[in-house]
C-alpha cells in the first residue's frame, strides 16, 4: 500500500483532513493512540502537523500512520483548571494575534501572554488591531499608545478594519507566502478580516452578543486555510483566556524583549526582578524605561495568575 505525504488542514479530533502536494484532500482518522513525547496533550494531531497516511482499499479515507517532527507548535492550557494543554497549531512561520479595544476588549494582559508563548517558542509575532473604524474619543490615544509600545519592542503593528478596508494591503503583504496562525478572543473580527482579504474563502461571520459584548463561537475548530496570493492562513476558535504550559519561572522575563536586554546587568544572576535588590529590571521599571502595564503582566505570568471574568467584560 503506497505511503502519501501532506499537512493537516483541519482537525476536530480522531478525524482530519489532509492536504496532498497537489492540492488534493483526504479525510483521514489516526491509526491507534498517538502520543507525542513530553506533552500531556487533549489532541495528539494538530493543524499544520505533516504526516504519512496510506489509503484504504475498500473505503475513500486515510489512514494517519505516522507524524512528522515539529518545527514549532503554539500550545495552551486546555483549562483553567486542567493538567492538559490543547495545541493550536503546529509548524508555523508567524503568529498574529488580533485584538480590539471594545466589544470585545482585549486586555493587554492577553497580548502579553500570546506574545511570551511565541517568543518562547522563536516564533515571529505581529498585532492586526482590528475595527479601527469604530474607535473614537479616548480610544485613539489609547490605541496610539499600545501601537507605540508594542512597535518599540519589535512587534510588526497594523491596524485594520474589515468594513473600511484600512489596513488590507498591509495584512496581505504580512500574510503573503507564510504560515500564519490567527488568535484573538471571539468576535474581533478574525473570520471578518480573512473575508475581506480572501473573499473566495466565504467564512461565516458571528454576530456579537449585545448582552456580553463577546462573541459567539462560528469557529469551533482551527482550519488552515490557502490564500490565492500565497501562504496560509490558520484560523482558530476565539480564546478567552491564554494560559502558559511548560514555562520554567528563571525563563519568562528572557521572553519580554525589553526584559531580556537587561537581565545580565543585574546583581544576581537568579533574580526574579521582583524583590531582589540591584535589579535592573526593577531600575529600568522606576525610570520609566519599561511600560508598567508589561511588568504588571510579566508579575502576573510568574505568579500564574488567570484572569478572572471581569477582564474580559
Partial sequence: MDLHEGIVVRSTGSWCTVMSPDGSVTECKLKGNFRIRGIRSTNPLAVGDKVQFIV?????????????????????????????????????????????????????????????????????????????????????????????????????????????????????????????????????????????IEPGLMRKVGEISDYHNKGKHTTTFAEMLPLSFGGFVIDTPGIKEFGLVHFDRQEVAERFPEMRNLMHQCQFNDCTHLHEPGCAVKKALAEGRIHPDRYKNYVSIINDEYFEESEWD
Avoid: W
Fill in 56 to 196: 484504504q482499499p475498500d473505503q475513500p479515507v486515510g489512514l494517519i500512520k505516522s507524524i512528522s517532527d515539529r518545527q514549532n507548535f503554539i500550545i495552551r492550557k486546555a483549562t483553567r483548571l486542567s493538567k492538559q494543554s490543547h495545541i493550536i497549531a503546529a509548524n508555523v512561520d508567524q503568529a498574529v494575534v488580533m485584538v480590539t479595544l471594545s466589544k470585545p476588549r482585549t486586555s493587554t494582559g492577553f497580548i502579553d501572554r500570546f506574545l511570551v508563548t511565541a517568543e518562547a517558542y522563536h516564533i515571529p509575532a505581529a498585532i492586526l488591531f482590528n475595527k479601527c473604524d469604530l474607535i473614537t474619543g479616548r480610544e485613539t490615544g489609547r490605541l496610539d499608545e499600545l501601537i507605540s509600545l508594542y512597535a518599540s519592542l519589535g512587534y510588526k503593528c497594523i491596524r485594520t478594519s474589515a468594513l473600511t478596508g484600512e489596513g488590507k494591503d498591509e495584512t496581505i503583504a504580512l500574510l503573503k507566502d507564510k504560515v500564519s496562525l490567527i488568535s484573538g478572543h471571539s468576535g474581533v473580527g478574525k473570520t471578518a478580516l480573512i473575508n475581506s
